[in-house]
C-alpha cells in the first residue's frame, strides 16, 4: 500500500451502515441493546430478574476488543503477542497474582498469530463493535449469577440462549413483525437513538458523487431497517446518493465466500428472490459477495483493476475482510478516538440531545474502561526490579496492520478537498501515522512502548 492515501485516487467509495454513516446515541442505543436480551433471557429462558437492573457504574465494564471463553466465563483483554493482560470471571476482576496463575506470559490457548484467528467460533467471541459491547455486559452479568447459584462448578452453556435472543430480536422478518423490543423501540422513537448526518457529509457524499465516484452501501442490516436509517439520516431522496445498495450482505462471509456460496438475491417489498448467477447492473441487492460485485464494478468504471475504499466500524467485519480477501483500501471508524481525549467528553453526543433524555449518566461505550484500561496499548508488570512495561493491545496492533487510516467520524474528514492525501499505516509500518486529525494520546509519546 502507498505511504499516502486520497479519496480522489479510488473510483469506487462504500460505505458500512450502523456505526458508520449511521451514528448511534451511544448511551440509548447500549440501553436498548442490552434490555432486548435481558427481557428474553429473563422472560423467556428463566434466567435471574436481577438482570434487567443495570446502574451507570455498570456500563464502565464495557470495552471493545474483550474476548469472552465460552468455557469458563471469562473475558480477557489480549497484548498484541497474545498474552493475557487482563481478565475478569464474569464481572469480577482477576487479581495480578490469580491472573498470572491463570494465564502466566504464555499465548492465550486461542490465539493464532497470523490474520486466520477468528473472531468468533465455538470457545470463544469477541466484542469488536457498538452493537456486540451491551451483549458483553450482559454475558458477564450472566456468568456472575450462574457462578453464584452453581459454585462455578459445571461448564457455562448459557451462550446458546443468547444466540436465541439474537434470533427472537434480530431475525430478518423482526423488522416487520415488530418481534422483540428493539425494532419496535427504535420506529418508535428513532430521534432518542439516531443521529442525523451532518449537513457537511450530505454535501461531502454529493460532492463525491459529482466527481465521478461510483459510492455503495454495504451494510448486514436487511433492507426495511436501512431504509428506516437512511431516510432518518440522510432523507426521504437518499437512494440517489447510491449507485448500490446491498443489505443483508453477511458479512464477513460476503468478502470470504465464494460466489457460489453466496450469490446475490434481487428484493421485492424487501423479501428475497431468486439467486443471481452473477451482477450485471447497479441497484438494489440482497446477500451476494465482493467478486461478483468487483466484477461490475470493472464494467462500470471501465477499468481493468478499479481503486475501492470501504468505510467501516468493525475490524471483524468490515475491515480485516476487505482488506484480506478483497484488497480494498479500508477507514476505519473508531469513536474511541473521540473518547480518548482525556476523558472530557468529545461531543459523544449533539448538543440538542444533551439533556434530552434524562437519568443517571452512563459512561458511553467509546470511553475509557476504568476496569479494563485503554482500548490501545496497556502496562504488564515487570519481573523483579524491573519497571512495568507498555505494550500494544491485540486491537491496537490490527488497527494499524488492516486499516489504511483511522478516523472517529465520516464528520471528521467531510470538509477536507477530495485530493487530500493522508498519511497511511502502511507509511514506515508506523502504528500511529494513519490516526486522523490525531492519533490516540495514549499513543501520542509512545518512546517507551515494547514491540513483540
Known amino acids: ?27 440509548e442505543s447500549a440501553r436498548l441493546i442490552y434490555n432486548s436480551f435481558a427481557q428474553f ?21 464495557c470495552c471493545k476488543g474483550l474476548a469472552l471463553d465460552l468455557e469458563d466465563g471469562n473475558f480477557i483483554k489480549l497484548a498484541d503477542n497474545g498474552t493475557v493482560l487482563r481478565a475478569s470471571h464474569g464481572t469480577k476482576m482477576l487479581a495480578p497474582e490469580v491472573l498470572a496463575e491463570e494465564y ?30 451491551p451483549g458483553a455486559l450482559l454475558c458477564a452479568r450472566v456468568v456472575d449469577s450462574l457462578t453464584k447459584q452453581n459454585s462455578g462448578q459445571k461448564p457455562f452453556d448459557f451462550w446458546k440462549d443468547i444466540v436465541a435472543g439474537i434470533q427472537h430480536n434480530y431475525k430478518m422478518s423482526a423488522f416487520k413483525e415488530n418481534c422483540g423490543i428493539y425494532f419496535p423501540e427504535i420506529k418508535r422513537d428513532p430521534g432518542r437513538y439516531l ?24 451494510t448486514s442490516s436487511h433492507s426495511d431497517y436501512c ?20 443489505t443483508n450482505a453477511l458479512k464477513p462471509g460476503f468478502f470470504s465466500h465464494l460466489p457460489s456460496q453466496r450469490p446475490f438475491r434481487t428484493l421485492e417489498n424487501d423479501e428475497e428472490q431468486e439467486a443471481l448467477p452473477s451482477l450485471d447492473k447497479p441497484g438494489w441487492y440482497s446477500q451476494g459477495n465482493a467478486v461478483h460485485l468487483y466484477e461490475l464494478l470493472k464494467k462500470m468504471t471501465g477499468k481493468p483493476e478499479p481503486k475501492v475504499v470501504y468505510f467501516g466500524d468493525s475490524m ?11 484488497n480494498w483500501e479500508t477507514v476505519l471508524i473508531l469513536e474511541e478516538l473521540r473518547g480518548d481525549r482525556d476523558g472530557k467528553p468529545e461531543d459523544s453526543e449533539p448538543l440538542e440531545k444533551k439533556g434530552k433524555y434524562e437519568g ?23 519481573l523483579e526490579n524491573t519497571e512495568d512495561s507498555l505494550v500494544y493491545t491485540w486491537s491496537c496492533k490490527r488497527i494499524s496492520a488492516y486499516s489504511t487510516i483511522a478516523i472517529p467520524s465520516i464528520e471528521a474528514i467531510a470538509e477536507l478537498p477530495l485530493d487530500y492525501k493522508f498519511t497511511s499505516f502502511s507509511s514506515n509500518n508506523s502504528k500511529t501515522a494513519g490516526y486522523y486529525p490525531n492519533p490516540p494520546l495514549v499513543l501520542s509519546n509512545d518512546g517507551k512502548l515494547t514491540t513483540k
Request: proline share 4%; glycine share 6%; net charge neutral.
Open 195 to 218: 443521529h442525523t448526518c451532518p449537513e457537511s457529509v450530505k454535501k461531502w457524499l454529493r460532492q463525491l458523487k459529482n466527481a465521478g465516484k461510483i459510492l455503495m452501501l454495504i
Open 360 to 382: 443517571p449518566k452512563a459512561k458511553p461505550l467509546n470511553r475509557l474502561s476504568k476496569k479494563w484500561g485503554s482500548f490501545f496499548i496497556d502496562s504488564v508488570s515487570g
Open 316 to 326: 471483524h467485519s468490515d475491515i480485516f475482510p476487505a482488506c484480506h480477501y478483497s
Open 227 to 246: 431504509r428506516l436509517l437512511c431516510e432518518y439520516i440522510l432523507g426521504n431522496d437518499f437512494e440517489y446518493l447510491f449507485d448500490i445498495v446491498i
Open 1 to 27: 500500500m502507498a505511504q499516502h492515501f486520497s479519496l480522489a485516487a479510488c473510483d469506487v467509495v462504500g460505505f458500512d451502515l450502523d456505526h458508520t454513516l449511521c451514528r448511534y446515541n451511544l448511551p
Open 104 to 133: 502466566g506470559r504464555k499465548e492465550w490457548k486461542h490465539f493464532t498469530p497470523d490474520s486466520g484467528m477468528a473472531c468468533r467460533s465455538g470457545k470463544y467471541y469477541f466484542y469488536d463493535n457498538y452493537f456486540d459491547l
Open 41 to 61: 433471557l429473563v422472560k423467556e429462558k428463566g434466567y435471574d430478574k436481577e438482570l434487567l437492573t443495570v446502574t451507570p457504574e455498570d456500563w464502565d465494564f
